[in-house]
């Protein structure tokens, strides 16, 4: 018996062109007509669920989720149409808030509170939404969204959304935006010493005449806009753009994409984010390593040339931000650089040759001129040599009978490099004002003054980054108490020097971190040594010195990331010594001892070696050992196991211990915590004074405040079991 025919499908008649058809049925930007469901089919899905990407029930006449949300399904024949042919609209969008532009970058969950999410407001970031897209309800707009997304330049654009809220429109930058922010930039961050390699003649001619790098246009225009609070401005979309444009093109080193590079670094910092910026750091050392920019190109311009050293100078700067004085972390080590230093501005910008002298100066009778930012370089290089001669002395790696010789070889250096600068750029009040680069004349000041201060605390009895005990007694009372008072005596003139600024100096020019460390450092230091017999300030007045430091970090780093835990912790400390003048008291005057790390989950033999500060920005960088689940098999062997996180804002996270320790623990009872921050820890919440009615230890009231943002604690610690032959300056 000859088997039935299989059924015909119902035909599709439509008026429109087969290629239009499909077009709408593509973007669902239209009516669309669709097939009924073939009834051979396990399922039939309707074209609401299809257009919406949504599991369809198949259930006869309605189905199930257009019944639930009030859809018109395509199940349903409606009157008039012939068997088969059903004209469906787009379905509504429903979906929630549109999310923020920072939290759409970051593809973070946003709540989209106005005026500012909750996400944005935590992490202390500028919140902003964007205009709600207008998606086209025609063919013709349909036929114009494809065509936009091939575009003749074969830049890839993104396809439409259909049905999305949250999709935002990001504007490109215009010719006159772009030109305010280059201007703004040569204005005020140029001044900067980290920020000064651009040629500005260039790379405003460039922008006029629109052949500058589209990355470095974006990165450039994004760092202006967040450093001077251009919250109208998407920056946060235009930082990103620029990264992902370096991060597609990894493998060809372009100096124009490390101009951008460097630059995006900066961003991240500013912005919190730390572990970025501490891996883009290494790309950006690998890019100039690539180039050969630590070496001379005797045969290029003389402004290219320039243009080549600014650029690794900069890159050198960065590793102030995270490796502190320690080798491991170091972008560029001194002997890798065979660079001279940058010349004076007037010779940049003009394109003239000068010869300048090196980082370190040549054994010679004829001294090279170095300019102002030179000699900034110089002194960089002998902060991180005294902070690696403190390291070998709180570990006991330095002998005693040498610290003597070494510190005097120190200070001889420090008053070469003064010696060194022409009678402009010396310190007054008349040559702070008349000076061209305020900001880059106060930071090379207070910087000296700060390195005589890192050298001097070894003597500071009691202080915290004072040298250890046996290393004291060893030095003779005369010259540990001159010491104490040279020490006390470059922190006051650290403070003077922000009060000259304060009053005399540009209230618009930007500053950058190092500034706010030395304020900090030298509040910190006057309030601790007001008791030192002799000392120049009392209590009282120490603390009003304090707080000229305090107001200069809250004005000119309002919304910096990497600054706040130095203002959250010197408001703390102020209000600390506020109490103990309150109530008079006369304890002993001593920072606490280190606790015990034993629940340490990094390698205690890095922690010993590092001993990162509280406010580096590595230690905030939040990275977490997961080394003890190389070998976890189960959940429960991993419930075990001790874990160890660093907050960004510098303060210590709870650390999860074993069950059997846990039951004899409070709450309040301190954790160790990793990176070497194992120092201190906080009582309590770091950000409030304690009581007024309780009296004030001065063991607890500087728990949380005993490391030093360049190099952190380096009290004695137990090195036994050290290996002998490793480098000292690790």
């Known amino acids: 018996m000859t088997e039935a025919p299989r059924p015909l499908r119902p035909l599709q008649v439509s008026s429109e062109p087969r290629d239009l058809q499909s077009l709408q049925l593509k973007s669902g930007l239209a009516a669309e007509v669709i097939s009924a469901p073939d009834p051979l089919k396990k399922r039939a899905i309707c074209s609401q669920c299809r257009i919406r990407k949504v599991r369809c029930d198949g259930r006869p006449n309605f189905c199930q989720n257009c019944d639930r949300l009030g859809f018109e399904c395509s199940f349903q ?131 006029k005449d629109n052949t500058i790098n589209r990355t470095l246009k974006l990165s450039i225009c994004a760092i202006t806009a967040l450093q001077l609070q251009r919250t109208s401005l998407c920056h946060d979309i235009w930082i990103q753009q620029a990264e992902q444009s370096i991060l597609q093109q990894i493998g060809r080193a372009s100096i124009f994409h490390l101009q951008a590079l460097l630059l995006v670094i900066r961003y991240r910092i500013e912005s919190g984010e730390f572990p970025t910026a501490f891996m883009l750091a290494a790309l950006a050392a690998r890019t100039a390593l690539a180039l050969r920019l630590n070496y001379e190109r005797p045969e290029l311009s003389d402004v290219a040339q320039e243009a080549r050293r600014r650029l690794f100078w900069a890159l050198y700067l960065l590793d102030d931000f995270f490796c502190v004085g320690l080798r491991e972390f170091e972008l560029c080590p001194e002997e890798t650089i065979h660079l001279r230093l940058p010349c004076d501005e007037i010779y940049f910008e003009t394109g003239q040759h000068v010869h300048t002298g090196l980082l370190r100066p040549e054994a010679s009778k004829t001294v090279d001129p170095i300019g102002i930012r030179g000699a900034f370089l110089r002194l960089a290089s002998v902060r991180r040599a005294v902070m690696r001669f ?213 390698s205690q033999y890095a922690n010993s070696r590092q001993r990162l500060s509280v406010q580096s920005l590595l230690l905030q960088s939040d990275f977490v050992d997961d080394s003890n689940e190389l070998a976890s098999l189960t959940q429960g062997s991993e419930s075990q196991t001790t874990t160890n996180h660093i907050h960004t804002d510098g303060q210590i996270a709870q650390v999860s211990e074993p069950a059997s320790e846990l039951t004899t623990m409070t709450t309040d009872t301190p954790k160790s915590l990793s990176w070497g921050a194992v120092g201190r820890t906080h009582s309590g919440n770091s950000s409030q004074a304690p009581p007024p009615s309780l009296p004030l230890d001065a063991r607890q009231e500087d728990a949380g405040l005993i490391f030093n943002p360049w190099m952190g604690f380096i009290g004695t610690e137990d090195m036994s079991g050290r290996p002998p032959h490793l480098d000292e300056e690790f």
């Open 77 to 207: 024949q409606l009157p008039g149409k012939s068997p088969g042919q059903y004209m469906v609209k787009l379905p509504e969008r429903r979906r929630g808030t549109q999310a923020c532009i920072p939290c759409h970058s970051k593809k973070t969950r946003c709540l989209g509170e106005l005026p500012s999410c909750s996400s944005c407001v935590r992490r202390n970031r500028v919140c902003s939404y964007p205009r709600a897209k207008r998606y086209a309800s025609s063919s013709s707009h349909a036929r114009d969204s494809v065509e936009s997304i091939q575009s003749p330049a074969g830049e890839a654009s993104p396809a439409p959304d259909i049905g999305i809220v949250g999709s935002t429109e990001v504007p490109e930058l215009d010719s006159a935006t772009t030109m305010d922010l280059m201007e703004d930039y040569f204005r005020h961050l140029y001044p900067l010493p980290s920020f000064a390699f651009l040629h500005k003649p260039t790379v405003l001619q460039r922008c």
């Open 390 to 602: 403190n390291r070998r002395v709180g570990l006991g790696d330095e002998l005693s009978s040498t610290i003597g010789e070494s510190i005097r070889r120190f200070e001889e250096e420090l008053r070469s490099l003064r010696a060194s600068l022409g009678s402009s750029d010396q310190y007054s009040v008349s040559n702070l004002t008349s000076c061209r680069w305020q900001a880059q004349f106060l930071m090379l000041h207070m910087s000296w003054h700060q390195c005589h201060c890192d050298l001097y605390r070894l003597g500071l009895d009691g202080y915290s980054e004072a040298a250890p005990s046996p290393v004291l007694i060893a030095i003779h009372p005369r010259d540990r108490v001159a010491m104490q008072f040279k020490c006390l005596e470059h922190a006051e003139s650290i403070i003077r020097t922000v009060s000259d600024f304060s009053d005399h100096g540009d209230s618009e020019c930007l500053l950058e971190r190092d500034a706010a460390v030395c304020a900090f450092e030298s509040a910190r230091l006057v309030m601790f040594g007001s008791r030192i017999p002799g000392a120049l300030s009392d209590l009282d007045l120490a603390i009003n010195k304090a707080k000229l430091s305090l107001n200069l970090i809250t004005k000119y780093f309002p919304l910096s990331a990497s600054t706040q835990p130095l203002r959250k912790d010197l408001e703390r400390l102020i209000a600390s010594y506020s109490v103990r003048l309150a109530l008079q008291t006369q304890e002993t005057f001593s920072e606490p001892d280190p606790p015990s790390r034993s629940t340490s989950k990094l």
